[in-house]
């Protein structure tokens, strides 16, 4: 009868001990990916950043093209507006009044 309790007790403590695992990898799991999330989104910045950047330099030094860090953008002037370009997208428009 003794050697049936201690058992018992030995299984409830090992299935409290699973769950509390099941737990920990569950939240550490959720904890990584946004983690991985962030990361993903701070390199999207960081990409549209270098994308602004180039730009700015390109009108400001009247270049039709310019390429900086693997940054390719292209200037589209008139006499009322310039528009830059990278990968087929507009970046920036300006426009004078």
């Known amino acids: 009868m003794v050697n049936i309790k201690r058992q018992k007790i030995k299984a409830y403590i090992l299935l409290e001990s699973l769950i509390a695992l099941g737990l920990l990898v569950t939240i550490t799991s959720l904890i990584l990916q946004q983690i991985n999330h962030d990361q993903k989104r701070a390199a999207d910045n960081l990409q549209r950043q270098e994308v602004m950047n180039a730009a700015i330099m390109a ?38 009044e």
Do not use: C, F
Request: charged share 30%; proline share 0%.
């Open 59 to 96: 009108v400001q030094t009247k270049q039709d093209k310019l390429s900086l860090n693997g940054i390719s953008v292209r200037v589209i002037r008139d006499e009322t507006s310039i528009a830059v370009y990278h990968e087929q997208r507009e970046v920036i428009s300006l426009v004078k």
